[in-house]
């Protein structure tokens, strides 16, 4: 199975095929390889002889392997980048009798976003087993902080869990933006090399102790003081805290509290793969099973659909402040 690190990881050894077929629905892995084949792969005099760039609206599959069988200029190979590939895909079958006899000179990248080809098909099955097939999938949210801190120990760094989380919470599952803000924070972090929530609030303003991580631990541990003061600062910045994150936030964080009444085994580590969180917050979900048995959970998923409704404005125009304040209220009484 090639991932684009191991594709780069090969190029970076000299190791380069004829035909790489980069497809599938997260577009950062085919946009981090197709970079380095278009800044990398031929010295940069070579570039405007042997390398050629185009995309799949512009241009059709004859016209492709018309070009992938020419012979290269001045270097040992030339080097053909198909941006947005997917555009080809009514006719991309009819890539499969270059695919069985490509031109050993030509290095052809074909970026194929967002879709994936036909596994059944004959061309899917020449590609994976004379070529590299790169299939992108999206990281699904609960795997981004994972995913940071191994984007982070490929540079040296290493980041904290909780300032893994902020950085998930407060960025989403876009690759492209976490990683820039990575790459903001490489350049301000310290000799210890270590990403912390203080480093994070400090320069790129995510607040370290009014965040929905923190709002879970208030509720977790039934204070009810520090779940307000969050909720408060949420309803004055409620474009950066939309209340229906939020609530979709905590049916996610409930979620695994109800499926952890459900675990027999008192593994820390089965009890933290089974709800899919880093052992290190195991604890802060044990806590809030304490507080919230089964027949509680019951009641705080009646009060997020409830809010859920309201939020969208259904026979509802309260402000984001008494939305968040009735959310609390509603939460704690159950």
């Known amino acids: 199975m090639h991932t684009a690190q ?168 876009d690759l492209a933006k976490i990683t820039n803000e990575l790459g903001k924070l490489e350049l301000v972090v310290g000799e210890d090399r270590n990403i912390t929530p203080e480093l994070i609030e400090h320069n790129i303003g995510i607040s370290k102790d009014f965040n929905n991580f923190e709002l879970q631990n208030a509720l977790a541990n039934s204070n009810q003081v520090k779940a307000y003061q969050i909720v408060q600062y949420f309803a004055k910045n409620s474009n950066q805290h939309p209340i229906v994150l939020t609530i979709a936030t905590l049916y996610s964080f409930f979620s695994k509290i109800m499926t952890l009444h459900t675990i027999d085994s008192q593994n820390p580590q089965t009890m933290a793969k089974a709800i899919g969180v880093n052992p290190y917050f195991l604890k802060d979900y044990t806590m809030a099973a304490r507080h919230f048995p089964m027949r509680r959970i019951s009641g705080v998923f009646e009060t997020l659909r409830v809010m859920d409704v309201k939020s969208k404005g259904v026979e509802s125009n309260l402000s984001p402040k008494d939305l968040y304040q009735e959310l609390l209220f509603r939460i704690f009484k159950v």
């Open 6 to 173: 191991s594709i780069i990881n090969d190029l970076k050894a000299g190791k380069v095929q004829s035909l790489y077929f980069l497809m599938g629905e997260e577009p950062f892995f085919i946009d981090q390889v197709s970079t380095y084949f278009e800044t990398r792969l031929l010295p940069e005099a070579a570039r405007g002889f042997d390398q050629t760039v185009v995309y799949g609206k512009d241009t059709t599959i004859d016209m492709l392997v018309s070009n992938a069988k020419r012979y290269p200029m001045i270097s040992d190979r030339q080097l053909i980048i198909v941006k947005e590939a997917q555009n080809l895909s009514r006719n991309i079958e009819q890539l499969l009798a270059y695919a069985k006899q490509p031109q050993p000179s030509t290095t052809l990248v074909l970026c194929y976003k967002y879709k994936s080809l036909d596994k059944r098909k004959a061309l899917y099955k020449v590609l994976s087993k004379q070529h590299i097939v790169l299939d992108s999938k999206r990281i699904y949210d609960s795997k981004i902080p994972a995913w940071i801190s191994s984007h982070l120990q490929n540079k040296a760094l290493q980041i904290t869990p909780k300032a893994a989380h902020l950085l998930a919470e407060f960025l989403g599952n």
